[in-house]
């Protein structure tokens, strides 16, 4: 089993359309959860942390179920500048120091 | 964005030469990363540094040599790669291993 998984996509919406990501993690003794966002052909940008209470940052919000261990994005009110591939990533330990694991991300385009 | 700098940006090199990725970052770190991904594919880790120190090498081949003389700079030399080696290499830093990772730009890399 993967240690992060995500479902591949592609998620195609049109504008103003709300859309949900979600993905799974199989360490249970992961502590930090962060999405990211990467354009084509560029690199991955820090999008944000995801908290155990759960937080919304204008028209993201993300989830955390520990219980499941799955983590949630959920994008309101989609923009065509919101296409672009959304990364989960997890921290877990790897050996004796803790290491960020990078899903393989989903697909998302903004139809206009 | 400076936080993290990589060059050269592009670079197209033949089997037999001998070339050097850079990065540098300024954002006080003290963990850096090398990260590959080829056309379409997820990151893959190849190494971490952590103080300076190795603390990852993700069975990388040893055509791939990475140095670290402080915890603000990591290069990437490359001898005798394989055409499979082109891709976007990018550079990450982090103030701590388990902590958000910041990117650069990223070297695309062909190989020919």
């Known amino acids: 089993r993967k240690e992060v998984e995500q479902d591949p996509g592609p998620f195609n919406v049109p504008e103003g359309a709300t859309v949900a990501f979600n993905c799974t993690y199989s360490?249970?003794?992961?502590?930090?959860f962060f999405w990211y966002r990467q354009d084509c052909r560029k690199e991955p940008k820090l999008l944000m942390s995801?908290?155990?209470s759960g937080n919304e940052d204008g028209r993201f919000t993300a989830q955390l179920n520990r219980a499941s261990q799955y983590i949630s994005l959920l994008i309101r009110d989609s923009k065509l500048s919101d296409s672009a591939t959304y990364l989960c990533v997890v921290n877990g330990r790897r050996g004796s120091a803790r290491q960020l694991t990078f899903g393989s991300g989903t697909q998302l385009t903004v139809l206009p | 964005e400076t936080g993290v700098t990589q060059t050269p940006r592009h670079l197209v090199m033949g089997m037999t030469n001998k070339k050097s990725l850079k990065c540098e970052q300024h954002l006080g770190h003290n963990a850096m990363y090398w990260y590959k991904q080829s056309a379409k594919k997820p990151l893959e880790l190849m190494f971490v540094y952590n103080f300076k120190e190795q603390t990852e090498n993700n069975s990388v081949p040893s055509r791939f040599s990475p140095e670290c003389p402080n915890s603000s700079h990591l290069f990437l030399h490359l001898h005798t790669l394989q055409p499979e080696d082109s891709a976007l290499y990018l550079c990450?830093?982090?103030?701590?291993?388990?902590?958000?990772?910041?990117f650069g730009p990223g070297t695309r890399l062909t190989v020919t």
């Open positions: 995801v908290y155990s």
């Open positions: 360490n249970s003794a992961s502590q930090s």
């Open positions: 990450a830093s982090s103030l701590g291993t388990g902590r958000e990772q910041y």
